[in-house]
């Protein structure tokens, strides 16, 4: 159990900006920032963070909240997660009691593999720092590989012993169930028999961008044939191999400050090039590269720097990743190595200004070596040449982006000697022909199950939601200002016609509005509105130092969602550089008390118009019975909703 005062310094060291830019590539936009989805797929950035709020909202999927509601959404943390992944980036320290046996069986089933990963992390480190058996077999091996010990304590790197269930012994004896062990892949079991699956291996963690274990890659040391060289955790809930990107924890700083990102092949590619200090980098783990993976690169950078070794199926295996990126609307380059070198032994041999210089000299444009490498196998040959052209042709498609589309092929001509009439022909039938299939599966979707076109009805706007939610947003900005307010007393005047007398009182804006709802007697018709309504109300007349940042962490997810809501709606179409066009557009902070005023006078109004409506109905069915009453009624508010209008400035 985390204590009350270690939450309370978490919630105010943390900034939000700070906390979602190590997950999302964040630029500014007038106060506030603006970036890519981290939740859906798109291409222009709907997601919003105010550092001013400490909120952020993505408008793509409707989910939004606090720093540590992003933790929770985003890294599947459960609360007390979130708040020591805030306090240990914070340096805070947390104040709780340990766990007990009991309490470890009782979590969640994801929460249980977290915890199952973490301890074999934990237990492989000890096994290789602490064991005679880690530190002759496991830690020479890293040893050998160049690797120093800040390194390998770094990346909290590993051994299994050469047992056929020492870790599985070790983690039943410790607590934890055979079930979970099973699930994240760590323990085989067959029939009444178990097994460590990583026997006798070093050991590679898998971290997610928030540095949780989530699997592990294993290395074999023997020259045992039948067994495979790497060994990688099985899929399972918290472990999905295309998501996912060896050394992004460690990368995700680095790739935003560099704006670039280097994809390598293998474990040892990433550890080698960060000990010579190159971070902004990351493998696929010896996966075939994913789009899951590439949109996890193009929320930190929108340039991604492909390496690999000189040999040709290296070569062969790049290329086929490059129209992947090209797809995402990310810029691509390549680099190979001389030949007998990978990016380990490279990276190994050369100092940091040495690395950095071949890197920047050698990376190409991605059309640059394309065509680099399919010209010296073709040069020769006129049929292999065309097909050579056609294929990069066919990776220029592939760009979302107009004028690349037309730089490239520009480029393309000149390097293959070609027309550029005939790459853009060549890139006009492709685009057809990608058309005629997306065309030809519409009709097919269309024909499957027929659709009945119908006009939709106009949607209306609910005048009384927006006020409502009005009066929310005004509460949580400035629910504690203290304002001027001018008062509408009604009065008759001498001549016996109603007048508004204006009359100017202080007030704090919550009272203000609290009052005039209570003398009106007027209510939320929106229950979620109406509920969050009176907690506010509730938490500014309890504590006259009320933060919205304090508040919005003691509500729940569903509530902390809807105030995100409220909050960025307005600043989601707010021009972000007003002030370099000459415009000065007043604050709303500076016109608070008219902003209150307005927002229930409308209210009032809106409502007034409801009761007129009503008796009107009312008569209309009481045709030969006319209540004089009720047509007095009626002309008392209509009176009263003229003046009103005169005191807002507009025709209602």
């Not at 016996?496 to 704090?508: D, N, R, S, T, Y």
């Not at 504590?543 to 809501?565: A, C, G, H, R």
């Not at 030969?624 to 009103?644: C, F, H, P, T, W």
Request: charged share 30%; proline share 2%.
């Amino acid at each position: 159990m985390i204590s009350p005062t270690t939450i309370d310094q978490v919630f105010e060291a943390s900034r939000i900006e700070e906390v979602i830019g190590d997950f999302v590539n964040l630029k500014k936009a007038g106060s506030n920032f603006k970036g890519l989805s981290p939740f859906s797929d798109e291409r222009s950035p709907s997601f919003m963070v105010s550092p001013v709020k400490q909120i952020w909202k993505d408008f793509s999927t409707g989910k939004g909240g606090t720093a540590v509601s992003f933790l929770m959404e985003h890294e599947h943390f459960t609360y007390p997660e979130a708040i020591k992944y805030l306090a240990r980036k914070y340096n805070i320290e947390i104040e709780e009691t340990e766990q007990s046996n009991e309490q470890k069986e009782q979590a969640n089933e994801r929460e249980s593999l977290y915890l199952v990963s973490e301890f074999a992390s934990a237990y492989f480190q000890k096994i290789l720092h602490k064991t005679d058996q880690g530190k002759s077999i496991g830690l020479s091996y890293f040893k050998e590989r160049g690797f120093t010990q800040e390194t390998i304590e770094k990346f909290d790197l590993g051994y299994s012993l050469d047992s056929w269930q020492a870790f599985t012994d070790e983690a039943l004896k410790q607590g934890y169930n055979i079930d979970f062990l099973q699930k994240t892949g760590l323990t085989i079991v067959k029939e009444d028999k178990r097994f460590d699956r990583f026997k006798g291996r070093v050991m590679f963690p898998i971290t997610s961008m928030s540095g949780r274990v989530l699997g592990f890659g294993g290395r074999i040391l023997t020259n045992d044939k039948k067994a495979a060289k790497y060994v990688n955790s099985p899929e399972s809930d918290i472990y999905h191999k295309s998501n996912v990107l060896y050394g992004i924890y460690h990368a995700k700083q680095s790739i935003a400050k560099e704006n670039n990102c280097y994809l390598v092949e293998g474990y040892t590619d990433v550890i080698q090039f960060h000990q010579t200090g190159v971070k902004n980098v990351v493998s696929s783990s010896g996966t075939a590269l994913t789009s899951e993976q590439i949109r996890l690169i193009n929320r930190l950078t929108k340039n991604i720097t492909v390496l690999f070794d000189g040999d040709a199926a290296g070569m062969r295996a790049s290329l086929r990743g490059i129209d992947l990126i090209l797809e995402q609307g990310m810029n691509v380059k390549v680099c190979t190595f001389p030949e007998g070198e990978d990016p380990d032994s490279f990276a190994k041999q050369n100092t940091l200004e040495e690395l950095t210089t071949y890197l920047d000299e050698n990376a190409k444009d991605f059309i640059q070596f394309k065509a680099s490498v399919l010209f010296e196998e073709s040069k020769n040959d006129p049929i292999k040449k065309a097909e050579t052209v056609r294929d990069i042709v066919n990776s220029i498609s592939k760009i979302p982006d107009r004028i690349k589309k037309e730089i490239y092929i520009q480029e393309c001509a000149r390097i293959m000697d070609i027309s550029e009439e005939v790459l853009f022909s060549t890139l006009a039938q492709i685009n057809e022909k990608e058309y005629q299939e997306e065309n030809k599966q519409f009709k097919k979707d269309q024909k499957a199950f027929e659709v009945i076109k119908h006009e939709q009805p106009v949607k209306k706007v609910d005048v009384q939601f927006v006020l409502e939610r009005k009066i929310i947003e005004v509460l949580l900005l400035y629910g504690n200002k203290v304002e001027d307010f001018e008062d509408l007393v009604l009065k008759e005047n001498k001549k016996g016609e109603l007048i508004l007398e204006p009359v100017i009182h202080q007030a704090k804006v919550f009272e203000k509005i609290f009052l005039d709802l209570q003398d009106d007697e007027m209510e939320f018709s929106n229950e979620q509105f109406k509920t969050l309504y009176y907690s506010i109300i509730d938490a500014l007349n309890q504590n006259p130092d009320f933060e919205l940042k304090s508040f919005i962490n003691t509500v729940d997810s569903q509530m902390s969602n809807e105030i995100t809501t409220i909050l960025m709606e307005d600043e989601r179409y707010t021009l972000d550089d007003w002030n370099r066009m000459n415009i000065f557009p007043k604050e709303k902070i500076r016109t608070v008390a008219q902003l209150v005023s307005e927002t229930i006078l409308s209210l009032r109004c809106f409502l007034i118009d409801q009761k007129v409506k009503e008796f009107q109905q009312e008569t209309l069915q009481r045709k030969n019975d006319v209540n004089r009453n009720i047509l007095e009624e009626v002309k008392d508010y209509s009176g009263l909703k003229m003046l009103l209008s005169r005191k807002l400035n507009r025709v209602l």
